[in-house]
């Protein structure tokens, strides 16, 4: 065990994570350690912290994290006021009432940069993620289809909603929840969801359609505009009136800044509900999401519930309630602190170099890109037939060097392809790409000389 040197700070106390020498004879260092129970004495605070930490660092480097869009990276500034606004419960608007504002301030910035109309008040909340932004959207779009059922005396019994086999697992999740029929449309020969495919899932009972801006798989845009065209073509010959929720859990934060000409938001008027993840190119740490509904009308009343707590009346939407202000606080920083021409840069700069990373990783010889980091700032590559290694080699050879990236197949109807895929943030310079790839072009070396290749299958691995 390392020697940490003593350093005292104000009041002779030692520092966070430097211990004094005589900690080692303390009970933590030779006793074991209470993991599934709780000790019969506590630990002294710089011990306990020492003891969780220590084990903290067995986890991977959150900055060579390839896998994951969630942001690992803020400036001190921001970590200061996250600090600051942690024991403020962003539920509790009476006695906060300044996050609410700073809320409801989140929640118009991007209506407008969504493009509501912006004749009235923001329709929308914070959620602790995409996942939970997507449950509620969902959800409105159930009780909107149920209402006007029961107005035509139709039947209500039966709902469906209509979604690309390659959308992430929260949508399954719903439908499974609320008792929605999931119509799971195969992808193929594209990765996404097209128009044809979508409306021909379509009936009476649909109760929407889900739109992905930015495939967690390759990172694709799915044609919004393209699929709401064939929705009105669908109603203009007496079909049902199909709406469309937007499910921008990564594009949301990246196509308003880099790709302004593209249809996908409030502009296209089948899209009634957006969510997007504030802990993904919102920049901000987990958990932050965002759910934005057209205008109120496109919220039942029915779901919202009007709260009598700690003294005030409050409107509220969720599923969850008490939790810490910081990530709205973050959000409201990062839309200060960057504005619309600070984001323009960074989703620049990403793309810019997940173009570049995609070019270099497809010249080094084995691999063949399956995209390029023309939609959000990730792609997804695979081996070139005749290659006697498979993705599963590559992924768990890189880990040798810190790198985690994902190796996975293809939705169903594509499940024959497996690819690795990579996302990068704005953590990610061009040294550090540069870096990834003198890295990948040494272990190809290696595998080419080993003997034998593993089992083509993938370890457990986290693709969102």
Aim: hydrophobic share 40%.
């Amino acid at each position: 065990m390392a020697l940490h040197r003593h350093v005292s700070g104000p009041g002779g106390q030692a520092k966070l994570g430097m211990r004094p020498q005589s900690e080692f004879q303390l009970p933590a260092e030779v006793d074991e350690v209470p993991r599934l129970r709780l000790g019969p004495v506590g630990l002294p605070p710089g011990v306990a912290y020492q003891v969780v930490h220590d084990e903290l660092l067995l986890d991977g480097n959150a900055r060579l994290n390839l896998a994951t869009f969630v942001t690992t990276w803020m400036d001190r500034q921001a970590d200061a006021l996250m600090a600051e606004c942690t024991s403020k419960n962003v539920i509790d608007k009476d006695e906060y009432p300044q996050i609410a504002e700073i809320e409801n301030r989140c929640v118009n910035i991007l209506s407008g940069l969504w493009n509501a109309s912006g004749d009235e008040e923001a329709t929308g909340c914070s959620t602790t993620g995409s996942s939970e932004a997507c449950m509620l959207g969902g959800l409105a779009l159930k009780w909107s289809w149920r209402q006007r059922r029961i107005a035509a005396g139709s039947p209500a019994d039966r709902p469906n909603l209509v979604m690309g086999t390659n959308v992430q697992v929260v949508w399954e999740k719903f439908c499974r929840y609320w008792d929605v029929e999931a119509r799971l449309v195969p992808v193929g020969p594209a990765t996404h969801l097209t128009a044809e495919a979508a409306v021909a899932h379509c009936d009476e009972n649909t109760i929407g359609v889900v739109a992905i801006l930015g495939s967690t798989f390759d990172g694709a845009y799915e044609p919004v505009l393209d699929i709401a065209n064939a929705l009105d073509a669908l109603a203009a010959g007496g079909g049902p009136d199909v709406p469309i929720h937007v499910d921008a859990a990564s594009g949301g934060f990246v196509a308003p800044f880099i790709d302004p000409d593209l249809l996908w938001d409030f502009r296209i008027p089948r899209v009634v509900s957006i969510n997007a993840s504030g802990h993904k190119y919102g920049l901000v740490y987990p958990g932050i999401g965002w759910v934005v509904w057209r205008d109120a009308s496109r919220l039942p009343d029915e779901l919202v519930f009007k709260v009598d707590y700690l003294g005030g009346e409050m409107p509220t939407f969720s599923l969850n309630f008490s939790r810490p202000g910081s990530q709205v606080a973050a959000q409201y920083y990062n839309f200060l602190r960057l504005g619309f021409d600070g984001y323009r840069r960074v989703m620049s700069a990403c793309r810019e170099n997940a173009r570049w990373l995609a070019r270099e990783i497809g010249n080094l010889g084995p691999f063949e890109l399956v995209s390029e980091g023309d939609g959000i700032p990730a792609f997804a590559f695979r081996m070139h037939e005749g290659v006697p290694y498979t993705v599963y080699d590559v992924s768990e050879a890189v880990r040798t060097r810190g790198w985690l990236i994902p190796a996975y197949r293809l939705p169903p109807n594509l499940e024959d392809i497996a690819v690795l895929r990579i996302v990068v943030r704005d953590d990610m310079s061009r040294d550090l790409a540069e870096d990834l790839v003198e890295d990948l072009r040494r272990l190809i070396k290696r595998l080419e000389r080993q003997p034998q290749v593993m089992a083509d299958s993938p370890r457990t691995g986290f693709h969102h």
